[in-house]
């Protein structure tokens, strides 16, 4: 979830479904206002370089390339193969939908998935222990869906808990940043990529409450893509690399609400439930 009010800010608001438009996602400090008209979104010339993309791609804390408002890339070589699946051919027209790579899913295997480790980071403070919380809640969210998943939080790492921690198959951990307000990892993530990051802001935003937003997050860490990227959302357009697992839900947990979303809270429903039997098992 990006920024605030609600999380993933009003520019997303007026992308089209489009390839130019899922690069705007990345780059609307380049391509601004330009982007904003629908009617300008269609015309190949405003698809920027790569070199324009990179130069205009934000680069987080743990100076990772932020792509679709919460997902990291670690190096510039994934983020050219990521430009380059932006303004490639679409391949696929076509619900909760799994991440591919290479046109294979993104997802863990079953021994892993059954015992996903992480630590919360002492720098959260004071707020460590409603991170905690917070956490417990949106893991539970994905464990009642499918039951081989578990989440498995080990605060003996905490002190300690960093990227650079093998203890741990991910860390969370606090950042300040005005760009989103969690981002997460996929599967496929190299280990010095699979942190969940939570800004402040995590505490002020609105009806998304701290475990619904974090459940989506988690929900990156599972596989899972954005939702709103699915034709039938007509906007926020980001890749084909991934595969349907169930019926379009404009509801998901996955899907942005101002994306054209029908969820007020982000709250996870029976679809993105069933989704996650459907790749994990049940
Ligand atoms: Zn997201």
């Known amino acids: 979830m990006a920024c605030a009010n609600p999380p993933h800010q009003e520019r997303r608001t007026h992308m089209q479904r489009s390839r130019l438009g899922a690069i705007a996602l990345s780059s609307a400090a380049l391509l601004g206002a330009a982007l904003a008209s629908p009617a300008l979104a269609a015309t190949d010339s405003e698809i920027p370089t790569f070199s324009e993309f990179h130069a205009s791609t934000f680069k987080d804390a743990d100076q990772q390339y932020i792509v679709n408002g919460d997902e990291p890339v670690s190096d510039t070589g994934q983020l ?91 860390s969370v951990e606090p950042v300040q940043t005005s760009q989103y307000i969690a981002r997460a990892f996929f599967p496929s993530s190299p280990k010095r990529s699979r942190n969940v990051l939570v800004d402040d802001s995590i505490w002020t935003s609105g009806s998304w409450t701290p475990a619904n937003i974090l459940g989506h997050e988690l929900g990156h860490t599972l596989g899972f893509r954005h939702e709103h990227t699915r034709p039938e959302s007509g906007t926020c357009f980001e890749d084909n690399n991934w595969r349907p697992l169930t019926p379009y839900d404009s509801s998901s947990i996955m899907h942005y609400p101002q994306c054209n979303g029908t969820s007020s809270n982000l709250s996870m429903t029976a679809t993105d439930r069933q989704g996650a039997a459907t790749l994990y098992g049940s």
Request: glycine content about 10%; overall charge negative; aromatic content about 10%.
């Open 80 to 170: 050219r193969e990521f430009y380059d699946k932006l303004v490639g051919p679409e391949t696929q027209t076509d619900g909760l939908i799994v991440n591919t790579v290479g046109g294979a899913d993104d997802k863990w295997s079953t021994s892993q998935v059954g015992n996903l480790t992480y630590c919360v980071s002492s720098k959260f403070g004071t707020r460590k222990a409603d991170i905690v919380n917070a956490m417990n809640g949106g893991a539970g969210l994905w464990e009642a869906a499918s039951s081989k998943i578990n989440f498995v939080y080990v605060p003996s790492q905490d002190a300690n808990c960093t990227t650079r921690n093998n203890s741990v198959l991910f």
